[in-house]
């Protein structure tokens, strides 16, 4: 049976990529997937990823990541994202380097970019690697540790 995590983050990557209204459907796909989960896992699942229906169309709902507004919601949304999907972290200079699973950097890049932190300047993200801009080599190693325990 595949992992809680590698789970997630296929209940992640289908409800960013598909219409899904319902947790019936995230069953499906997953179990077309070769992942049989019970509703109740599923359930488990959009509870600890903070995913919530939206309207999508007249009648019509699904599944979306929470919108990010508090800071503190950003932060917690950071620390899920690294865990779930960030393999590797360097840096050069000023410049971090993260990479993710294939496909998910520009949502890490979009969380980076919600933190709205002064030391960094911007992100720059591919399908599996992104930049992160800092200000100065001293702010790069600073953000570096804090990423970094972010994996543990």
Do not use: W
Not at 58 to 63: A, D, I, L
Not at 127 to 134: S, T, Y
């Amino acid at each position: 049976m595949p992992s809680k995590d590698y789970r997630q983050r296929l209940i992640t990557e289908l409800v960013e990529n598909e219409f899904i209204s319902t947790q019936a459907e995230i069953a499906e796909r997953l179990a077309e997937r070769g992942i049989k989960v019970t509703q109740a896992t599923i359930s488990r699942d959009v509870t600890e990823l903070r995913l919530v229906r939206v309207p999508a169309a007249p009648g019509r709902h699904r599944y979306r990541a929470t919108p990010l507004v508090q800071q503190d919601d950003v932060e917690h949304e950071l620390r899920q994202r690294f865990k779930l999907f960030v393999r590797d972290l360097d840096r050069g200079e000023n410049v971090i380097v993260v990479t993710t699973d294939e496909g998910h950097a520009s949502g890490v890049a979009y969380v980076i970019d919600k933190l709205d932190r002064e030391e960094i300047v911007g992100t720059l993200a591919g399908q599996n690697a992104i930049l992160v801009v800092c200000r100065s080599v001293a702010t790069a190693e600073a953000v570096l540790e804090e990423f970094e325990a972010l994996l543990e």
